[in-house]
């Protein structure tokens, strides 16, 4: 299945708008990273898969308490 902003060009792509997000730490970081980044297709995998999956780049981006709520021994 491909996605609606596969064919579009890098600026035409819908970019990551956190600017809601308060606190201390610099977000920004994550909004350039996650630019950087090209949209993945759809997945099949389980739901229990997609949340081990988030689990790991949550650990990878320092969001441990997100990663600790997504573990799947709950």
Known sequence: MKLENEN??????????????SGSF???IYE???NKMKQLPQTQTSLM????I??????????YDAADFLRNDR
């Open 8 to 21: 579009m060009n890098e600026a035409e792509k819908p970019q990551l708008n956190i600017g809601a997000v």
């Open 26 to 28: 610099p977000y920004s």
């Open 32 to 34: 350039e990273e996650l």
């Open 49 to 52: 898969k997609q949340c081990e």
């Open 54 to 63: 988030l689990r790991i780049f949550a650990n990878k981006l320092g969001l």
